[in-house]
């Protein structure tokens, strides 16, 4: 199984659990991190991202990213300091099954009244071929080299574009003047 904190990214805190003995430390390391912890079913397949930008209606899922790092652990050292990681966009999944994800995806961003942008995580299990969502992150990274970016541009939308995008959507929840 997989334990994370709840509130947490970037992998911050995660375990990979393979034996019994390994549940304690691994709840001791992702309770560092956030007193909420995770425990989920570890699913062995391909990992992809999916970022969605816009509100409501207009939301619009964007081109998956699959990712494909070293022996299959994707950790903070993969995603940030080593160059081995590979992101695919296009993704090379069947169009079906690239379409089938991005639906989900967007059911989801709309039922959480996500807003702006987000990008969610999904894994595909290798045997099944069911994609299983994992998380939400409604704040994701935003740079050039980020992979919002990465898929608005295989989408045809210059980082600017995308940048005036996410901001048209923008509001301030709760302010009262």
Partial sequence: MIVKPAREGSTIGLSKITESAQCDPA??????????????????????????????????ALPVIRIVAPAGNYDYHNKYFGNDTQYLVPSGLPEAEEKHIQDIVLKAYRSLDCRGWARADVMIDAATRKPYLLEINTSPGMTSHSLVPMSAKAAGISYEDLCVRVLETATLDGVRG
């Fill in 27 to 60: 709840y001791q390391l992702a309770a560092k991190h956030d007193r909420m912890v995770l425990c989920e079913q570890f699913i062995a397949g391909d990992e992809v991202t999916v970022p969605v930008i816009g509100s409501g209606d207009q939301a619009q």
